[in-house]
């Protein structure tokens, strides 16, 4: 267990210890849920939703949508903290 200090507008960084064991890469995608009163993080596989469309889960053309939005949505943070 380790303690991390929330900065600005929520900031955190993950030790390094964590993201190893997490198999957490720089520009991956979390998921962010609250379950039970406790932050739960998740990595977000935005091709599963491109092949889940193949099985009749959504469109390929509504998977690339939402891959490019997530995209515009991850530069505009990047540019933030530059």
Do not use: F, Q
């Amino acid at each position: 267990m380790r303690v991390v200090r929330v900065y600005k507008k929520g900031i955190i960084a993950l030790p390094k210890e964590v993201r190893v064991k997490a198999n957490v890469k720089e520009g991956m995608l979390l998921l962010v849920e609250v379950e039970k009163g406790k932050i739960v993080l998740k990595p977000l596989d935005l091709w599963e939703k491109v092949w889940g469309s193949g099985k009749g889960l959504g469109s390929a053309e509504e998977a690339e949508r939402e891959l490019d939005a997530e995209e515009a949505v991850w530069e505009k943070r990047l540019e933030k903290l530059s």
